[in-house]
């Protein structure tokens, strides 16, 4: 029992790893002493960001391009290249768009589902090699998607295609269960409520205040709320839940 949630050892990658709730989960992996990667877009931001949690553990960056299929199968072959299996995914990386329904732009929709779909499908089916090499009954291999509260109660803002992506990945994630449980491998999905990141940094300026009167605990999350989730779903103590959305957000998608 004292080792219910250790996730030693374990090999994980988190895409969107260099900011906001993907870095709050690789640091917490990082620090719980798994052998971390991160990928972002931006290589100059993830090599800074590994390198700080370097000095904790094991981080590695692996910049690339999710919201392309080049990038999607650069980051699969560069991990397989590297590990022989990987224990824990984290689809993370993701994209918001806010325009009035009247002017909603098509290339905006298609960034969004893109990025927020698409890559957590495609990068997935391209790391199964590497999934199924670290599965087995007695410690399942683990997919952990980020999906969000407005995937499950539609949000006061016009992000119609994010709200409709995040739902798109709460049942891609249970499909996703469905069909891989019988290799030993988890999907589940953490859906976050309002969280310190760069795509809540605006509105928390605007209007923060408000936002945690609405919040049932008063706040905002904080990384080890976020961490806390990630390190369940990777460990021991849930290898026998999958197909779950788990939210994470103080009972915000409640009220």
């Known amino acids: 029992m004292r080792s219910l949630f250790s996730i030693e050892g374990k090999v994980a990658l988190v895409t969107g790893g260099s900011r906001g709730i993907g ?6 992996y990082v620090e719980n002493g798994a052998r971390v990667y991160i990928s972002s877009r931006k290589a100059e931001m993830c090599e800074r960001i590994a390198a700080e949690l370097s000095e904790a ?19 699969a072959a560069e991990l397989q290249a590297r590990e022989p299996r990987l224990d824990i995914l984290v689809n993370n990386a993701g994209a918001t768009w ?10 905006g929709w298609d960034k969004v589902l893109d990025l927020n779909v698409k890559s957590v499908f495609y990068l997935t089916a391209r790391l199964l090699p590497a999934l199924r090499a670290a599965a087995s009954p007695q410690s399942p291999a683990r ?3 980020i999906a969000s509260v407005n995937g499950i109660e539609p949000p006061d803002l ?4 994010y709200s409709a992506s995040k739902a798109g990945c709460i049942m891609l994630t249970r499909h996703l269960a469905k069909r891989l449980a019988r290799e030993n491998i988890l999907v589940n999905a953490i859906a976050p409520g309002p969280f310190p990141s760069q795509m809540m940094a605006a509105r928390l300026a605007e209007e923060g205040d408000a936002i945690r009167a609405r919040n049932p605990l008063g706040r905002t999350g904080e990384p080890e709320d976020m961490a806390g989730v990630a390190i369940f779903l990777a460990s021991r ?7 779950a959305v788990i939210p994470c957000d103080g009972g915000s998608a409640e009220v």
């Open 237 to 243: 103590a849930s290898a026998y839940t999958t197909g």
């Open 23 to 28: 870095e709050m989960i690789a640091r917490g």
């Open 57 to 75: 553990g094991h981080c590695v960056a692996l910049p690339f391009d999710l919201s392309t299929m080049s990038g999607v199968e650069g980051l």
């Open 158 to 161: 016009e992000t119609y295609a």
């Open 143 to 145: 997919v952990i998607n």
């Open 98 to 107: 806010g325009a009035p329904i009247e002017a909603f732009p098509e290339a």
